[in-house]
């Protein structure tokens, strides 16, 4: 499931240099689920075409209360109030000092105003202006009055803008309005009210304190669970060994780990208070029989390192687990499926992803997955996409298994 599935959103655009973000913010509202409609200012026609934003959205685009849409040319009513009682947001980007000053004064000479004074859903307002008509008094005075109308003001982000100034006046960029837009609608998601815990990443197991043994995860695929599962409303615990990568989603809590113990023993900090565990971590299968303290010397012809068993993190949570939904990862070589199911027996876990480590489109550090996700009853294969929208949709099963 995506994090806007199903979401209704009207858009909004106004006369500014920013619209040229309007067909970038279209594609990932689409792209997140959502079923978008746009209204123009006929001031934005100078900025962007119509043609291209019906084109993306799949939608008819209106800037005027009234459109020719028949050979004899007789003008059609665009119905402002169907179109506000039809979404679920509202979102005006770019929002022009002249469009906020009409929406704070309640003035309705277009059709975008006219929505917007007709909407009853919640309205998320993107200001786009120059550093210091956003400074002003007049604009921050507008703005405040937007807020106490109960609108959510998506504030402006610090950079370059149109007229060569550095500074705070440019239009949030699409992605973060998604972000923003997720996170102010969290309850309409459904995970909301689900804890939800996720292993990320590889283990190092020490050989002595400068080696260690370990693997080429990067950690992507449960980056990317922990971020969809907290776009979709649930409270996420990430924790992950060794890797580069950040959270863009500040409500994640991260823990960072090193070795599989250390990894297991923070998991079962919480195991027992959540809802879902997934392991998508690659644990090292196997750790030194002996750890050496001092760095081993070259001139020690170490010929061989002895090797134990690791622990099993996912084995041991089948064991103990009471109404927890278990979700692994199985990277395959040969025989996926009949091992992947195995695992998924031996191990007592509701599902697995399972990837193949021959596929050529399955590389490490890439940002694109596929696989199959196996359960006792079902077996759904995945195509190759990002591993964010592999997440969402892997949710999507879990969400109607569990």
Known sequence: MLALQGKKILLGVSGSIAAYKSPILIRLLIKSGADVKVVLTPSALD???????????KNPVNSSFTEIKDEEDNPEWNNHVELSLWADFMIVAP????????????????????????????????PSMDLDMYKHPGNQENLTKLKSFGNIILESETGDLASGLKGKGRMMEPLNIIKCIVENTKNDFPLKGKNILISAGPTYEKIDPVRFIGNFSSGKMGFSMAEAAANLGAKVTLISGPSSLKILNNS??????VSANEMYNEILKYFFNIDIFISAAAVADFIPNEIHHLKIKKSQKLNQ??????????????????????????????????????????????????????????????????????TRKKSISFELTTKLDLSYKIFEQIINDS
């Open 47 to 57: 900025f962007v075409t119509p043609t291209t934003l019906s084109t993306l959205s």
């Open 95 to 126: 929002a022009t000092s002249n469009t906020i000053s009409s929406m704070a004064s309640a003035r309705c000479d277009n059709l975008l105003l006219a929505c917007y004074l007709s909407a009853k859903c919640p309205v998320f307002v993107a």
């Open 252 to 257: 994640i809590n991260l823990i960072n780990v």
């Open 305 to 374: 390192i002895s090797l134990k068993e690791n622990i099993d993190i996912l084995f041991n949570l089948g064991k103990i687990k009471t109404n927890q939904y278990l979700v692994g990862f199985a990277l395959e070589s040969n025989d996926g499926d009949k091992n992947a199911y195995n695992k998924l027996i031996n191990k007592n876990l509701d599902a697995i992803f399972l990837n193949i480590l021959s596929d050529k489109k399955n590389i490490f550090n890439s940002d694109y997955n596929h696989g199959k996700y196996i």
